[in-house]
DNA sequence: AAAATCTCCAACCGCACCCGT
DNA sequence: CACGGGTGCGGTTGGAGATTT
């Protein structure tokens, strides 16, 4: 099934390149140029998967790249753009000359995105931890805070990390970094005390069970590696899943996030308030965009979480189709109920808002980002 | 000094899109 | 329109080197 592998993956090389087998491709490009890179290992005389070529060359060898490390004004443009359009990595790395979507993914993977942790902004949303603890604690109804685990301290609560730029942490958008987390989390929610880790949600009572897995499935996709927790004591077991063959049917129209619809209120008309921060771009400044039914998405929406409790273990699994996490519909928030009236009820009495959302977050963008605006830029 | 652990990043994988046939 | 090959993309892995115990 699917489909058949571009190669003979037994017989090819794979693994690191060797000097010798990156002058045979420097040696074909410069004869032969770039195209057709499945004929580029016979033609070169390598014994390697085409792909691999491709992307040695692309990623490595360009005489274009640069090699050393990222300067804090790249990073700042990282975070920024990271914030607007989310883990598109290509369209970040076009605005990084020299860098390519790989060395922005890793520098972000193992860098940027743990700076943004330890400073206490979900790098995901990039909202502090503490709006998201007292939005979480809104919804879930979370009371009950006084036995968060001071275990956890060191996870979030650690020292910021002074090799990260100085002019990021100057950024007034980012003046939030200045303050521990705990800081903001007591600002936000008095109620809270020590909130270290989002493994301590855990340990919270699910009020509401319906909404648990979104929650989880953003928090897991902030932290890509989420390993089963030693530290956590959920007693929960719950798998919940969306895909399009399973949509109702209404078909969402709008784009946001699991996280920023799960941090909204369903049930109130304010739930489109923080939904806009991941959109395409290519869509949020398409000539159509502003029209809401505009940002309707063919992608599969295709989110799987699987928890499994015991007092002591949990982990979240995450399978997501490649567009999915950006088109995250609301479809993830209401799989469950299947009362198509009231979704048709819910959408339209939150379209307006929604509309004035996009806008806001139009004109917002491009204040923000106006090179980005420019018909020269390509986003695809 | 050795072992264990961590960090980083090159490379791989699989899926989706594009485009020619 | 359907199909298939080539390419682009984002997520993940493996292992070398660095750091800690």
Not at 42 to 61: D, F, P
């Given at each position: 099934m699917g489909r058949p592998p571009c190669c003979d993956k037994s017989n090819v090389k794979?693994?690191?390149?060797?000097?010798?087998?990156?002058?045979?491709?420097?040696?074909?490009?410069?004869?032969?140029?770039?195209?057709?890179?499945t004929s580029v290992p016979?033609?070169?005389?390598?014994?390697?998967?085409?792909?691999?070529?491709?992307?040695?060359?692309?990623?490595?060898?360009r005489p274009?790249?640069?090699?050393?490390?990222?300067?804090?004004?790249?990073?700042?443009?990282?975070?920024?753009?990271?914030?607007?359009?989310?883990?598109?990595?290509?369209?970040?790395?076009?605005?990084?000359?020299?860098?390519t979507d790989n060395d922005v993914k890793n520098y972000w993977n193992t860098k940027l995105r743990k700076m943004l942790q330890k400073m206490g902004i979900d790098p995901v949303t990039h909202k502090p931890f503490s709006q998201i603890f007292s939005d979480f604690g809104n919804i879930s109804g979370i009371s009950n805070t006084g036995n968060l685990n001071k275990s956890l301290n060191t996870s979030l609560m650690s020292e910021p990390d002074h090799q990260f730029s100085s002019a990021i942490l100057t950024t007034p958008e980012h003046s939030c970094f200045k303050k521990t987390m705990e800081e903001q989390v007591q600002e936000y929610n008095p109620t809270v005390t020590h909130p270290t880790s989002w493994d301590f949600l855990a340990q919270f009572p699910v009020h509401d069970t319906k909404q648990l897995p979104l929650f989880f499935n953003e928090v897991s996709s902030s932290c890509p590696s989420s390993t089963p927790s030693s530290s956590s004591t959920s007693t929960f077991t719950q798998s919940y899943s969306c895909q399009k063959s399973q949509a109702p049917l209404i078909t969402p129209t709008c784009t946001f996030t699991c996280t920023e619809f799960l941090l909204s209120d369903p049930v109130s008309s304010t739930e489109f308030q923080h939904q806009q921060e991941q959109y395409d771009f290519?869509?949020?400044?398409?000539?159509?965009n502003s029209s809401t039914m505009a940002m309707a998405q063919n992608d599969v929406s295709s989110c799987n979480?699987?928890?499994?409790?015991?007092?002591?273990?949990?982990?979240?699994?995450?399978?997501?189709?490649?567009?999915?996490?950006?088109?995250?519909t609301v479809n993830n928030g209401l799989e469950e109920n299947n009362n198509a009236a009231d979704h048709a009820a819910y959408y339209s009495s939150s379209a307006s808002s929604f509309v004035d959302g996009i806008l806001d977050k139009d004109r917002e963008l491009h204040s923000q980002f106006p090179p980005l605006l420019d018909p020269s830029f390509d986003c695809y």
């Open positions: 794979r693994g690191l390149w060797t000097p010798e087998e990156d002058a045979k491709i420097l040696a074909y490009v410069s004869n032969h140029g770039i195209g057709n890179w016979k033609k070169a005389g390598l014994n390697r998967c085409g792909k691999s070529c491709r992307l040695r060359w692309t990623n490595y060898l274009d790249l640069k090699h050393e490390r990222f300067a804090p004004e790249e990073e700042e443009l990282i975070i920024k753009l990271h914030k607007a359009i989310g883990s598109r990595w290509s369209l970040i790395a076009k605005k990084l000359p020299g860098r290519d869509e949020m400044f398409s000539p159509t979480i699987t928890s499994t409790g015991s007092d002591d273990d949990w982990y979240l699994n995450r399978s997501v189709g490649r567009s999915t996490y950006d088109h995250g």
